[in-house]
């Protein structure tokens, strides 16, 4: 009865004993670099004219499109606008004029 209650505790004190040895060396020897990020296409790499340089300039005029109208989104769904809401959200109604006026410019 006696050896049977020490192998269950050596058991189990190596186990906790494995399980930190395991957490040591995740954290320290075989941690792996992080990834970097994708790297960002640039349009303006391009020339305008080609397609591709199209393509990628109306593409980023989307996403702008997008990001600005979750701001104005935003704004508007405050209760009371404050005079540097309002300011904010006329700068980015006109730069949402301005992406599309270059828009139909093209």
């Given at each position: 009865m006696?050896?049977?209650?020490?192998?269950?505790?050596?058991?189990?004190?190596?186990m906790?004993l494995?399980?930190?040895?395991?957490?040591?060396?995740?954290?320290?020897?075989?941690?792996?670099?992080?990834?970097?990020?994708?790297?960002?296409?640039?349009?303006?790499g391009?020339?305008?004219?080609s397609?591709l340089?199209?393509?990628?300039?109306v593409?980023q005029?989307?996403?702008q499109?997008?990001v600005?109208?979750?701001?104005v989104?935003?704004?508007?769904?405050?209760k009371?606008?404050?005079?540097?809401?309002?300011v904010?959200?006329?700068?980015?109604?006109h730069?949402?004029?301005?992406?599309?006026?270059?828009?139909?410019?093209?």
């Amino acid at each position: 009865m006696y050896r049977k209650t020490i192998s269950k505790r050596l058991l189990f004190f190596g186990m906790v004993l494995l399980m930190l040895l395991s957490a040591a060396l995740a954290f320290t020897v075989l941690r792996k670099p992080r990834p970097a990020a994708f790297p960002k296409m640039s349009g303006p790499g391009l020339p305008a004219v080609s397609g591709l340089g199209k393509t990628l300039s109306v593409y980023q005029d989307l996403e702008q499109l997008e990001v600005l109208a979750q701001e104005v989104r935003h704004i508007l769904s405050k209760k009371k606008l404050l005079e540097a809401d309002s300011v904010l959200l006329k700068c980015r109604l006109h730069q949402i004029d301005s992406i599309y006026k270059r828009a139909t410019a093209r």
